[in-house]
Every structure is written in structure tokens, then in C-alpha cells.
């Protein structure tokens, strides 16, 4: 989780991060006293202080699985059966790495199985709990911050049609849309409309508890309360462009609401970084061995079953010319998921559950399998592990044409995944390819180690739980 994204993560989130950590410490403290009392085969006297640090390092590792299986995602939309079933797995995972990382560091086990079998049980009851307890009474919502929007028109109305679910908006309570001059009237529709007389915002931010204010009128221009927005602001209240808002709240950047100057002045987008650039080959090269020692079981068996499908003569891999770095052309490399004659008539869209599809090719494309031959492409430096996925040249210059700052894509190397694919796992039309975009741009702003992290450590879900299209 990158630092932004715990930063804006609700107050009631983090503190269920420090309240989950607590359990599982407190997990391995009461096992060890249940050894002592139950008399268990004999656990290995250590001070007190060393059996915390390794009850710390055993809590820290189940959260870190934790996380890459979603379950400190403000945003997972899932019932309890799915989140307990997410629980076992985090315990599991995280108490076997804790296991191996001895093994390796100290060349034995601190604690006898038994131990740790018990404190993986009561963490695990602890947390579900808990879980179950937060879920039923929504104790996640508290301390939400109080935004009232400035603007009721068709700018301030992407707030209304992109956030009305109650999942987008749990880090903030929505007070209304103030009515400005200029606005368009086929904006807020559902939405409180707020009238405020010229000189009375103060009084009314001041009044109603409001935190933030976000400016997002149709006309700015000579129509905007300075003067009452000068004194929200040195009096506390954060004042922040819709554009902001939207990117902070969904992690997208609204293209249709891009202006030049705010491109311009905003913080991100920076293409140099010469450590990065230096080291990104190095960094990828060293992922893609790795990974290429750990998963060609998978991927010869892949390979087997491909031609016990199709038959021996049918061919293994599909290759298809991709927009790369700076608009360069080059050939991408993957499982042949389609039957054969899949675009005899020229290229076509992939669609959801495509019936050119073969029986091994739903299986691979659901589980991401049908995309480690890319390993080839990052090894020749084609390709990174993360970054906007590479699209079609038949279909790019006419995606160019049609959406605005689409070409800003190929200003970063593709990647195998990418903050769209977790964002937006499936697109097959234009419509698709902006809502794609919105998340790649994003990417491109706030391009960096640790977001590149989060997005890999994420991608394991996708993966473990057939998310894939």
C-alpha cells in the first residue's frame, strides 16, 4: 500500500490495521501461555523481549499476505463467508512464511507446531470477529470528512454518477451541491441542491460541520467567491479542484474534465528519473528469472494441455503486434487462448466470454496464465511488470482520434499489469478504453517504486481468485 493511499484511507482503516496487528501479536502471547500451562511438548526458553520480536515478525507477515489478498481494500465488495475464506488463507500463508524465514535466518524453529498451530487458531477467531463485528455495525464510517461541493452543473455531476454507491464514498459525507451562476441545468439531478446567498458560504461551512469544499462550477471565470473561499481556507477548510478530488477518491484522473493549466501546475508526471530508468531493466530482469524458476512447471504444462486441445500440429504460443514505449511496434507473446482462426476476417475486440475462446483458454485467461510468455518481452526490455497494458496499433490510432490524452499512454513501458487492470479488469470497447485510460494516467502521475509494489502485491489476488477476464 503505497503512502498516498494509506494517507487517505479512512481513519477507522487504519486503526482496524493497528487493531489487527495487536491480535495477532496478542495470538502468539496466549499460545505460549497455553503451552505453559497445558504442558505441551517443551517450547525452547527464550527472553521475553526475543519472543516478541519474533511474535511482531510473525503478525507483520500475515498482515503483509493480508493485504495482497485484498482485505485492507476500502473498496472490496464481498461478504463475510468470502472475507473469513481470505482470513484462513492470510493466516495460513503468512504463518508457513513466517516458518521459512526462520528456517533461512536462524537455521531453526522458535516456536514447537503446536504454538504455532494454537496462535494461528486464535488469530484467526480474533480477526473474524472482529471482522464480523465492523461489518455488521459499519464501525468503518466513523470520522468521514464533511464535503459540500461548489457547483451544480455538469462538472459537479461526474460526482454524482461515479459516486453513488456507498462503498465510493467511505472516506466522506456528501452535504450537497451549492447552485452557481452558469451552471448547466441537466446537471445534478438526484443530489441536494444547496442556494447560498452572495457573502453566507462562510456561515454555512461554519454551521454544517464542513471540512472540505471542492470547486467544481461549470464557469469559473469572474464567478467564483474568492474572497469567502480566502476565509474557509485560513480557517481550516481544505479547498481542492473536482479534478483532485476525483483523482484522490477513485484513483482515475477524469480526462473529459482536463484543462491544459492544471497538466501543467500539477505535481506528477514526471518522465525523468535517471536512478529509475538506470535501474527499472535491472529491477525486471531480476523479476522475470525469478519468476521463470518458480512458475515453468505451470507453464510446460500449459503448453501440454494446449496441444492435447488442439493437436499436435495446432501452435502453442500467439504472437500480435503492440504499441509500446514512445509508439514503437513490437511483438507481444502469449498462450494461444483462441481457436485458430480467431481473426481470419482481420482484428476484433476480445469480449467477455468470447466464444472464440477454447476450453484451456477460458481456464488461462481467468487465472492470467495466458500472459507469462511475456517474460520474454520484459527480458528483451519491451515490456515492465507493471504499466498500461499495450493495445492493438489497429485500434490505437483510432482510440487517438477519439479520446483525448490517449497518446500520453506510450510515454511509459507497458506492462504485464497495471493500476487499469486492477481497476478496470475488462474492456472491449471504446467506452472501455477510456474508462482504462482515466486509471493510466493515473499511473503515469504517480509512477514509482512503491506504487509499482502495491500493484504487484495486488495482483496476486487477481490471480489467486480467478479475477482475470
Not at 461554519?206 to 474557509?232: G, K, M, Q, S, Y
Not at 473529459?256 to 535501474?279: D, K, T
Not at 499495450?390 to 493500476?419: C, M, S
Request: aromatic share 10%.
Amino acid at each position: 500500500m503505497t503512502k498516498t493511499d494509506f494517507r487517505d484511507l479512512s481513519t477507522g482503516y487504519k486503526i482496524l490495521v493497528i487493531v489487527e496487528l495487536c491480535l495477532y501479536i496478542g495470538a502468539m502471547f496466549l499460545s505460549l501461555f497455553a503451552n505453559e500451562k497445558l504442558g505441551w511438548p517443551a517450547q525452547e526458553p527464550m527472553p521475553a523481549n526475543i519472543r516478541a520480536i519474533y511474535a511482531i515478525i510473525f503478525s507483520l507477515l500475515i498482515l503483509l499476505t493480508s493485504l495482497s489478498l485484498g482485505l485492507y481494500n476500502p473498496r472490496m465488495r464481498e461478504n463475510y463467508r468470502s472475507i473469513f475464506r481470505r482470513l484462513v488463507i492470510a493466516i495460513v500463508m503468512g504463518s508457513a512464511e513466517f516458518i521459512l524465514l526462520m528456517l533461512i535466518a536462524i537455521n531453526t524453529q522458535p516456536f514447537t507446531t503446536e504454538v504455532m498451530m494454537t496462535a494461528a487458531l486464535i488469530g484467526l477467531i480474533l480477526t473474524s470477529l472482529v471482522r464480523f463485528t465492523i461489518m455488521q455495525l459499519d464501525l468503518l464510517g466513523f470520522n468521514k470528512a464533511h464535503v459540500l461541493v461548489l457547483g451544480s452543473g455538469e462538472r459537479a455531476s461526474i460526482i454524482e454518477r461515479r459516486m453513488r454507491r456507498k462503498v465510493d464514498r467511505h472516506g466522506f459525507t456528501l452535504k450537497g451541491f451549492v447552485v452557481m451562476s452558469g451552471d448547466s441545468s441537466e446537471g445534478i439531478k438526484r443530489e441536494k441542491r444547496i442556494s447560498i446567498e452572495n457573502g453566507a458560504l462562510l456561515s454555512y461551512v461554519l454551521e454544517n460541520n464542513i471540512d472540505e469544499i471542492v470547486v467544481a462550477c461549470d464557469e469559473r471565470r469572474n464567478n467564483l467567491p474568492v474572497d469567502e473561499l480566502f476565509a474557509c481556507k485560513i480557517r481550516g477548510i481544505n479547498i481542492i479542484d473536482i479534478l483532485d478530488f476525483i483523482e484522490r477518491e477513485t484513483g482515475q484522473i477524469a480526462v473529459n474534465l482536463i484543462y491544459p493549466s492544471w497538466v501543467i501546475y500539477s505535481n506528477g508526471f514526471a518522465s525523468i528519473h535517471y536512478l529509475r530508468n538506470a535501474l527499472d531493466w535491472l529491477f525486471n530482469a531480476a523479476m522475470a528469472v525469478t519468476m521463470m524458476l518458480f512458475l515453468w512447471p505451470i507453464m510446460l504444462i500449459t503448453a501440454l494441455i494446449i496441444k492435447i486441445e488442439d493437436g499436435i500440429n495446432a501452435p502453442i504460443f500467439y504472437y500480435q503486434e503492440r504499441v509500446g514505449l514512445d509508439g514503437r511496434i513490437f511483438s507481444i507473446v502469449k498462450f494461444r487462448s483462441m481457436r485458430t482462426d480467431a481473426e481470419t476476417n482481420g482484428a476484433v475486440w476480445a469480449s467477455l466470454n468470447d466464444k472464440r475462446t477454447t476450453r484451456i483458454g477460458n481456464f488461462i485467461r481467468k487465472y492470467r496464465i495466458d500472459e507469462l510468455p511475456q517474460i520474454y518481452n520484459v527480458l528483451k526490455g519491451e515490456m515492465g511488470f507493471v504499466g498500461p497494458r499495450p493495445e492493438r496499433p489497429e485500434f490505437v490510432q483510432d482510440l487517438i482520434r477519439a479520446i483525448p490524452y490517449y497518446n500520453e499512454r506510450h510515454n511509459v513501458k507497458p506492462g504485464l499489469t497495471g493500476w487499469a487492470q486492477l481497476k478496470y479488469p475488462y474492456g472491449a470497447t471504446e467506452e472501455d478504453s477510456l474508462e482504462k485510460l482515466k486509471y493510466d494516467l493515473y499511473y503515469i502521475k504517480h509512477r514509482s517504486f512503491l506504487l509499482d509494489l502495491n500493484i504487484l502485491i495486488r495482483t496476486v489476488e487477481v490471480v489467486l481468485f480467478g479475477k482475470g477476464r
